[in-house]
């Protein structure tokens, strides 16, 4: 069975940092790329960054583009956000989404809260 589970969610001040983890299991996690997505409320879901399965390519969405470092470790089967100078606007629960890089497989994971406030 696959999970991603996602962890590191919380409330941080404006200006803050927090790192986001996806721990994958039951799958080839080499073979996906890994993707976050964040859906504040009310609003629709948006990509956020995406590494490649390799982790040699990285993309941003540009409200992000800056502040915030997608990495993953294959070894660790994992993929990390690294979230830096949160801002209010940031604040969305987070998702880690894995897609196969040649197949039309892909899997959710349940969400990680992150609330920026002061």
């Known amino acids: 069975q696959v999970q991603l589970v996602e962890s590191g969610g919380g409330l941080v001040q404006p200006g803050g940092s927090l790192r986001l983890s996806c721990a994958a299991s039951?799958?080839?996690?080499?073979?996906?790329?890994m993707t976050w997505y964040r859906q504040a409320q009310g609003k629709e879901r948006e990509l956020v960054a995406t590494?490649?399965?390799?982790?040699?390519?990285?993309n941003y969405a540009d409200s992000v583009k800056g502040r915030f470092t997608i990495s993953r470790d294959n070894t660790k089967n994992t993929v990390y956000l690294q979230m830096n100078s949160l801002k209010p606007e940031d604040t969305a629960v987070y998702y880690c989404?894995?897609?196969?890089?040649?197949?039309?497989?892909?899997?959710w994971g349940q969400g990680t809260q992150v609330t920026v406030s002061s």
């Open positions: 989404y894995a897609e196969h890089r040649w197949r039309p497989v892909n899997y």
């Open positions: 039951g799958l080839s996690f080499s073979s996906y790329a």
């Open positions: 590494i490649t399965s390799g982790g040699g390519s990285t």
